[in-house]
């Protein structure tokens, strides 16, 4: 009777696992398809994989419409993952953030993306990259872009999400079918309510406007609520269909390995480490206008999640025509200036306090790089002309901070070089 039993025990439970291993594997098929589908086909060399390797990725959510032909990039966000410690620093970029890179138009930062898809759709990605790599001192590896549409079936997928409405919302705009109508408190939001609570910034029927701050704010508390459902037993069991719904709906250049090695590596990444950074600013219309201290911290925690590696920030030097360099004990602020236009360096090793180099020569502001030390102590240097500095900033003769560094103001600042603008000055906004 005992063997009987026993017999019958062994055998439920290897029909269990029988039963639970196809189970897992039609999830791991349904995912496999759906990320063929979603990557693209090149083969990631092993020590550029994500499972070893700090990446960058440029996010962008998308307000398409095809009627239009509209690309409004209502969300914008510069994510670096970091596998060794699991961790991950996302910043949020105002959607009205004034940038000016070199040799293109001054404009908001949702600007630049469908300004370079309507001259060449095959390149748009690599350009948008440059553009915000340049800015944020980071080497932006992947883009993504997803719709909207995508986001609202992601989330009707997952059964809504529990939201802390933080105010009324009150929007409507008959021309494009918008009608935002959502009351403050504990609520649980389908995929176009929540669409609405991150996006509301206007009103026209008698309630609060929002900020960007707040907006990005909701973003972050809309993302934790993602990342807490997609891990949940039932996020797990629909990952295959969630894949393939966001496949429909977004575009990218991760290759299919890599966005396989960053499921694997980072679906069980705690909420706790990852770190938010809000860019905020002052409204001086049409644009918003970004302090460099808040800008210099926003680099930093990029910089620092990927291991202090940064990148040459063309066109942000402080001052034109001569250099400033910063070094930081902490080993991971970035060196700004022209240095006579030379490019930006990276080294290690026991380089002491803060250092100001002043040095002749014509550069246009494209130096920069990270540095990092050992050692303690301030020291400064001249090596022909004057230099000051102030706050960690050098000046040098009447050169000044320029508008022509994405959205600092200047009282001497001049404009860099525009090219033809073939979108309007405003495009990529919407009324909400």
Same mark, same amino acid.
């Given at each position: 009777?005992?063997?009987?039993?026993?017999?019958? $025990?062994?055998?439920?439970?290897?029909?269990? $696992?029988?039963?639970?291993?196809?189970?897992?594997?039609?999830?791991?098929?349904?995912?496999?398809?759906?990320?063929?589908?979603?990557?693209?086909?090149?083969?990631?060399? @092993?020590?550029?994989?994500?499972?070893?390797?700090?990446?960058?990725?440029?996010?962008?959510?998308?307000?398409?419409?095809?009627?239009?032909?509209?690309?409004?990039?209502?969300?914008?966000?510069?994510?670096?993952?970091?596998?060794?410690?699991?961790?991950?620093?996302?910043?949020?970029?105002?959607? +009205?953030?004034?940038?000016?890179?070199?040799?293109?138009?001054?404009?908001?930062?949702?600007?630049?993306?469908?300004?370079?898809?309507?001259? &060449?759709?095959?390149?748009?990605?690599? !350009?948008?990259?440059?553009?915000?790599?340049?800015?944020?001192?980071?080497? @932006?590896?992947?883009?993504?872009?997803?719709?909207?549409?995508?986001?609202?079936?992601?989330?009707? /997928?997952?059964?809504?999400?529990?939201?802390?409405?933080?105010?009324?919302?009150?929007?409507?705009?008959?021309?494009?079918? *918008? +009608?935002?109508? /959502?009351?403050?408190?504990?609520?649980?939001?389908?995929?176009?309510?929540?669409?609405?609570?991150?996006?509301?910034?206007?009103?026209?029927?008698?309630?609060?406007? =929002?900020?960007?701050?707040?907006?990005?704010?909701?973003?972050?508390?809309?993302?934790?609520?993602?990342?807490?459902?997609?891990?949940?037993?039932?996020?797990?069991?629909?990952?295959?269909?969630?894949? &393939?719904? @966001?496949?429909?709906?977004?575009?990218?250049?991760?290759?299919?390995?890599?966005?396989?090695?960053?499921?694997?590596?980072?679906?069980?990444?705690?909420?706790?480490?990852?770190?938010?950074?809000?860019?905020?600013?002052?409204?001086?219309?049409?644009?918003?206008?970004?302090?460099?201290?808040?800008?210099? &911290?926003?680099?930093?925690?990029?910089?620092?999640?990927?291991?202090?590696?940064?990148?040459?920030?063309?066109?942000?030097? /402080?001052?034109?025509? =001569?250099?400033?360099?910063?070094?930081?004990? =902490?080993? *991971?602020?970035?060196?700004?200036?022209?240095?006579?236009?030379?490019?930006?360096?990276?080294?290690?090793?026991?380089? *002491?306090?803060?250092?100001?180099?002043?040095?002749?020569? *014509?550069?246009?502001?494209?130096? $920069?790089?990270?540095?990092?030390?050992?050692?303690?102590?301030?020291?400064? !240097?001249?090596?022909?002309?004057?230099?000051?500095?102030?706050?960690?900033?050098?000046?040098?003769?009447?050169?000044?901070?320029?508008?022509?560094?994405?959205?600092?103001?200047? !009282?001497?600042?001049?404009?860099?070089?525009?090219?033809?603008?073939? /979108?309007?000055?405003?495009?990529?906004?919407?009324?909400?």
């Amino acid at each position: 009777m005992k063997k009987m039993i026993l017999k019958i $025990a062994l055998a439920s439970a290897v029909a269990i $696992a029988a039963t639970v291993g196809i189970y897992v594997y039609s999830i791991y098929e349904t995912t496999t398809v759906a990320i063929e589908k979603i990557g693209t086909p090149e083969v990631v060399p @092993v020590e550029q994989s994500a499972k070893v390797k700090p990446l960058t990725l440029l996010l962008m959510g998308i307000d398409y419409r095809p009627e239009s032909g509209s690309l409004n990039s209502d969300v914008i966000m510069v994510v670096t993952l970091n596998p060794e410690q699991h961790s991950a620093t996302l910043v949020s970029l105002p959607r +009205d953030l004034q940038m000016a890179p070199k040799g293109l138009p001054s404009r908001k930062a949702n600007y630049y993306y469908p300004y370079f898809n309507n001259i &060449e759709k095959n390149s748009a990605f690599m !350009e948008t990259k440059k553009v915000f790599s340049d800015f944020m001192g980071v080497p @932006v590896d992947y883009m993504v872009t997803v719709d909207f549409d995508g986001f609202r079936q992601i989330v009707d /997928l997952m059964g809504g999400l529990t939201i802390q409405v933080d105010m009324d919302m009150r929007y409507v705009d008959d021309e494009d079918g *918008t +009608d935002i109508n /959502l009351k403050k408190g504990l609520a649980k939001l389908n995929g176009k309510q929540t669409l609405d609570f991150v996006r509301y910034r206007k009103s026209n029927r008698n309630t609060e406007e =929002s900020s960007d701050l707040a907006r990005n704010q909701r973003q972050q508390q809309v993302l934790d609520q993602l990342m807490n459902s997609l891990k949940s037993t039932g996020g797990v069991t629909k990952l295959g269909q969630i894949i &393939e719904t @966001v496949g429909s709906h977004m575009k990218t250049d991760v290759p299919a390995s890599q966005i396989r090695d960053l499921m694997t590596t980072y679906f069980d990444i705690s909420p706790s480490n990852v770190k938010y950074v809000h860019l905020d600013g002052e409204w001086e219309s049409p644009y918003i206008i970004v302090k460099d201290e808040d800008l210099e &911290e926003a680099r930093a925690a990029l910089i620092q999640q990927l291991g202090g590696k940064g990148t040459a920030i063309a066109g942000i030097g /402080l001052s034109t025509g =001569s250099g400033v360099g910063k070094e930081s004990t =902490s080993g *991971t602020s970035s060196s700004k200036g022209s240095n006579g236009g030379s490019s930006g360096s990276t080294s290690s090793g026991g380089s *002491t306090g803060e250092k100001s180099n002043s040095s002749t020569g *014509t550069g246009n502001g494209s130096a $920069a790089g990270t540095k990092s030390g050992a050692g303690a102590g301030k020291q400064k !240097e001249q090596e022909g002309g004057t230099n000051k500095e102030t706050n960690g900033t050098a000046e040098s003769g009447s050169s000044t901070v320029g508008e022509a560094t994405y959205g600092v103001k200047s !009282e001497n600042g001049s404009m860099p070089p525009k090219s033809p603008a073939i /979108l309007p000055p405003n495009a990529g906004s919407s009324s909400e």
